[in-house]
């Protein structure tokens, strides 16, 4: 039995629809497909050059952290900005650690729980990866796609993220009261 028959007529599946249409799937895959590609294109042009050798994740952290005030944050607030969960972000951060890039210590406020420091050395890669990495996402994907529909992709990606999620230059992580952060 061919599934997408009967919903192929209009072009749209419903939401009691089983199954997407052959369009919506090629849609999906495609999203799928250059997301992936995008994500390790993006690493592979990070890890060349052997003095950043930095995945996309450790880059990331390393923006979060140097957007954060005091250039700190707790482990779990980390990890809701970089969307990991903790257990990879205590993974990642130790390797980085023992690069000097970051080093985890008490919570300032409370004691009782960890955050990750940026280092200097972590800075300084930072400020020696940055130009690597936006020439990557120019070449990759917004001088493929053109200025006005990068921005549109934000757009449209952002309305399958929550309305709270850190994605804004040093915003906080979903969990964190915004009156703390005043």
């Known amino acids: 039995m061919d599934t997408t ?6 072009g749209a599946s419903r939401p009691e629809d089983l199954w997407l249409t052959r369009t919506e799937q090629t849609a999906w895959r495609s999203f799928l497909y250059a997301t992936t590609l995008l994500n390790d294109r993006l690493s592979e ?9 930095l995945t996309l994740g450790e880059y990331e952290i390393l923006v979060r ?8 944050l707790r482990m779990s607030e980390l990890a809701d900005r970089v969307v990991h969960s903790r257990s990879r972000l205590t993974h990642t951060v130790s390797r980085m650690e023992k690069r000097g890039l970051v080093e985890r210590v008490r919570c300032s406020d409370d004691g009782r729980g960890r955050q990750a420091q940026l280092t200097e050395a972590g800075m300084a ?11 990557s996402v120019r070449e990759l994907l917004l001088d493929v796609v053109g200025h006005d529909d990068f921005l549109e ?3 449209i990606l952002g309305r399958a993220v929550p309305e709270d999620a850190p994605i804004g230059i040093g915003s906080p992580a979903p969990h964190v009261d915004r009156a703390s952060q005043l």
Do not use: M
């Open 45 to 53: 042009a990070l890890q060349a050059d052997t003095e950043i050798d």
């Open 153 to 155: 992709l934000g757009r």
């Open 65 to 72: 952290l140097s957007e954060a005030q005091g250039r700190f």
């Open 125 to 135: 890669l930072l400020e020696k990866a940055a130009p690597t990495h936006v020439r």
């Open 5 to 10: 028959q009967s919903i192929e007529k209009d």
